[in-house]
């Protein structure tokens, strides 16, 4: 397909997906770099060899999934023309997105009832790895939110439709993407000890 060729308007959806496939790239590229730090750290001799995540992550992996089967809902609601179902979806998202903060905030509480602190004398390299792959998950998520409030506002505003959904489409790829990362987060660090 030459991208040269289209109108405009499909010009610039093509740049805007590339743009954000980018963007998605340097992020594996970071977080491919953090759990590699992580295995070649785990041959320290102060690597906790037996640490469990905590069940919040556990809980917070399945209602991240499911914040994606609730997008992709809204999306097919929005394609069949189903404004408020679309709504409902968005909205579920966004609460979901909140309820997966609040299990990786309890999860870190659960590290420090253990004992172990970011930093200082309580601190364990091994925690301040999940300490550090975690947070910075957290804030892609945060983002993936902001998106989500922009897409909502928007399709409060009607500017979207089957025809027009761009600005979905382009949050929801992103949402999948944080989604599917916390999966690999996840089982990378619950395997990797």
């Given at each position: 397909?030459?991208?040269?060729?289209?109108?405009?308007?499909?010009?610039?959806?093509?740049?805007?997906?590339?743009?954000?496939?980018?963007?998605?790239?340097?992020?594996?590229?970071?977080?491919?770099?953090?759990?590699?730090?992580?295995?070649?750290?785990?041959?320290?001799?102060?690597?906790?060899?037996?640490?469990?995540?905590?069940?919040?992550?556990?809980?917070?992996?399945?209602?991240?999934?499911?914040?994606?089967?609730?997008?992709?809902?809204?999306?097919?609601?929005?394609?069949?023309?189903?404004?408020?179902?679309?709504?409902?979806?968005?909205?579920?998202?966004?609460?979901?997105g909140i309820t997966f903060i609040y299990?990786?905030?309890?999860?870190?509480?659960?590290?420090?009832?253990?004992?172990?602190?970011?930093?200082?004398?309580?601190?364990?390299?091994?925690?301040?790895?999940?300490?550090?792959?975690?947070?910075?998950?957290?804030?892609?998520?945060?983002?993936?939110?902001?998106?989500?409030?922009?897409?909502?506002?928007?399709?409060?505003?009607?500017?979207?439709?089957?025809?027009?959904?761009?600005?979905?489409?382009?949050?929801?790829?992103?949402?999948?993407?944080?989604?599917?990362?916390?999966?690999?987060?996840?089982?990378?660090?619950?395997?990797?000890?």
């Open positions: 397909m030459d991208l040269t060729q289209g109108t405009l308007k499909e010009k610039q959806a093509r740049a805007k997906k590339m743009m954000l496939w980018f963007g998605i790239v340097s992020l594996i590229m970071s977080f491919a770099g953090w759990t590699s730090a992580f295995v070649v750290s785990s041959s320290r001799e102060d690597w906790l060899k037996d640490f469990q995540l905590p069940n919040a992550f556990a809980i917070s992996m399945v209602i991240i999934i499911v914040s994606s089967f609730t997008f992709i809902l809204a999306k097919r609601a929005l394609k069949s023309g189903n404004r408020s179902l679309t709504m409902s979806m968005l909205l579920v998202t966004l609460f979901l299990c990786q905030l309890s999860g870190f509480q659960e590290i420090i009832d253990l004992g172990y602190n970011f930093t200082g004398p309580t601190s364990n390299i091994t925690m301040s790895y999940i300490y550090i792959i975690a947070a910075v998950h957290i804030l892609h998520v945060v983002a993936g939110m902001i998106c989500l409030l922009v897409v909502i506002y928007n399709h409060f505003k009607q500017k979207y439709s089957a025809e027009n959904m761009l600005g979905l489409e382009l949050a929801a790829t992103f949402w999948h993407f944080v989604d599917i990362l916390w999966f690999y987060l996840f089982f990378f660090l619950y395997f990797m000890k």
